[in-house]
């Protein structure tokens, strides 16, 4: 059950894949022309926050989880392994039709965009992002559609949410074994909580995005952000993002895996 949504995700991109796989070196230049490495990078960022998942802060554990989490989301490691899931996965026409569009004036500035927004606080992100879209909503801004469709096309399937719940049962169960919180979880119990939520949590995830892509494409205009969005609506590109989606989600959940099993090294700084 637990990894049936990552492997699930996994079996409909090896279905989609044609015969025509793309190559090493091309992979590596897809990687870069798309930002999609420093997508895969931006991991370790997101690591800071596992402990939230525990109902604690990462600093309650000192300097042991610091060094932790660099011994298990080494940057040059995770984007090692995004080339081997891409080149497995990937076929040529694929890539050449993500890489032509990404490779583009707009498309390069849509990506130095996106990574900066990747090395900005979530927390902040979010703040300024919102006051972006209130401040759009009142002007009748066309942009918050363009927002809209965009998050939809770049996963149609909502297998995002699924993927991540599926990593936050499996490291909440975990920690609970290791004893870092003394609640013993009943898997069960925590699938029910979750799929309660569900629609509340899709509700919060769309806001979020639209917040994140008015924070993110602030210097673009109504016409190039239209553009952008009927290029993620396309069918190749879909198809694009559905690999890049697998292999972001398997590479984030193999870590929270690798870091879940020393967990109980794990105590609070005071204990230490």
Same mark, same amino acid.
């Given at each position: 059950?637990?990894?049936?949504?990552?492997?699930?995700?996994?079996?409909?991109?090896?279905?989609?894949?044609?015969?025509?796989?793309?190559?090493?070196? $091309?992979?590596?230049?897809? %990687?870069?022309?798309?930002?999609? $490495?420093?997508?895969?990078?931006?991991?370790?960022?997101?690591?800071?926050?596992?402990?939230? !998942?525990?109902?604690?802060?990462?600093?309650?554990?000192? &300097?042991?989880?610091?060094?932790?989490?660099?011994?298990?989301?080494?940057?040059? /490691?995770?984007?090692?392994?995004?080339?081997?899931?891409?080149?497995?996965?990937?076929?040529?026409?694929?890539?050449?039709?993500?890489?032509?569009?990404? *490779?583009? /004036?707009?498309?390069?500035?849509?990506?130095?965009?996106?990574?900066?927004?990747?090395?900005?606080?979530? $927390? +902040? &992100?979010?703040?300024?992002?919102?006051?972006?879209?209130?401040? !759009?909503?009142?002007?009748? /801004?066309?942009?918050?559609?363009?927002?809209?469709? !965009?998050?939809?096309?770049?996963?149609?399937? *909502? %297998? *995002?949410?699924?993927?991540?719940?599926?990593?936050?049962?499996?490291? +909440?169960?975990?920690?609970?074994?290791?004893?870092?919180?003394?609640?013993?979880?009943?898997?069960?119990?925590?699938?029910?909580?979750?799929?309660?939520?569900?629609?509340?949590?899709?509700?919060?995830?769309?806001? =979020?995005?639209?917040?994140? *892509?008015?924070?993110?494409?602030?210097?673009?205009?109504?016409?190039?952000?239209?553009?952008?969005?009927?290029?993620?609506?396309?069918?190749?590109?879909?198809?694009?993002?559905?690999?890049?989606?697998?292999?972001?989600?398997?590479?984030? =959940?193999?870590?929270? $895996?690798?870091?879940?099993?020393?967990?109980?090294?794990?105590?609070?700084?005071?204990?230490?």
């Amino acid at each position: 059950m637990l990894k049936s949504v990552i492997s699930f995700a996994f079996a409909t991109v090896v279905a989609a894949s044609s015969a025509l796989a793309a190559n090493r070196e $091309d992979v590596k230049s897809f %990687l870069e022309t798309t930002g999609f $490495d420093v997508a895969i990078e931006s991991i370790a960022v997101g690591a800071g926050g596992a402990p939230s !998942m525990l109902g604690l802060e990462g600093n309650e554990f000192g &300097k042991v989880w610091t060094e932790l989490t660099e011994q298990t989301f080494v940057p040059a /490691d995770m984007v090692d392994q995004a080339l081997d899931l891409l080149e497995e996965r990937l076929d040529q026409d694929l890539l050449v039709h993500a890489s032509d569009f990404y *490779g583009s /004036d707009l498309g390069q500035r849509l990506v130095h965009a996106e990574n900066l927004s990747h090395l900005d606080d979530d $927390d +902040l &992100k979010q703040i300024a992002g919102r006051q972006i879209v209130a401040g !759009m909503v009142e002007a009748g /801004d066309p942009k918050i559609e363009y927002f809209q469709r !965009m998050h939809v096309a770049i996963d149609p399937e *909502g %297998l *995002g949410l699924k993927a991540v719940q599926v990593i936050q049962v499996r490291f +909440l169960l975990a920690a609970s074994r290791a004893g870092v919180i003394r609640q013993d979880l009943d898997e069960e119990m925590l699938w029910a909580q979750i799929e309660e939520n569900e629609a509340s949590t899709r509700r919060a995830i769309l806001e =979020s995005s639209i917040a994140g *892509g008015a924070y993110t494409y602030q210097g673009f205009t109504a016409d190039e952000l239209e553009a952008y969005t009927l290029a993620l609506e396309d069918e190749r590109m879909q198809k694009v993002y559905q690999i890049m989606n697998a292999v972001h989600y398997q590479i984030m =959940s193999d870590r929270m $895996d690798a870091l879940a099993l020393h967990l109980d090294k794990l105590m609070p700084s005071e204990e230490l």
